[in-house]
C-alpha cells in the first residue's frame, strides 16, 4: 500500500527523498520518468543550474536537468 501512495505522490510532483518515495520511485521505474530535481527535498543542492549532473544526497544518484 505504501508503494502505490509514493508512486501517486511522485506522479503529481508530491514527492521527497526525506519519505523514499523520489529515489524509490526513480529506481523502480525509471522508464517513466525521474522525480529527481533540484530543490533539496527533491535530492539537489537548491541551486537551480540547467545542464549540470546532479547527485542525490540520499540514494546517490546522478541525475541531470
Avoid: Q, R
Avoid at 23 to 42: G, M, N, R, T, V
Amino acid at each position: 500500500m505504501l508503494k502505490i501512495w509514493w508512486f501517486i505522490k511522485c506522479l503529481f510532483g508530491f514527492g521527497s527523498v526525506d519519505d523514499g518515495s523520489i529515489c524509490w520511485f526513480s529506481a523502480k521505474i525509471p522508464w517513466l520518468f525521474d522525480c529527481h530535481d533540484y530543490p533539496k527535498e527533491k535530492g539537489g543542492d537548491n541551486i537551480s543550474c540547467a545542464f549540470h549532473e546532479y547527485t542525490c544526497h540520499k540514494c546517490g544518484k546522478k541525475f541531470g536537468i
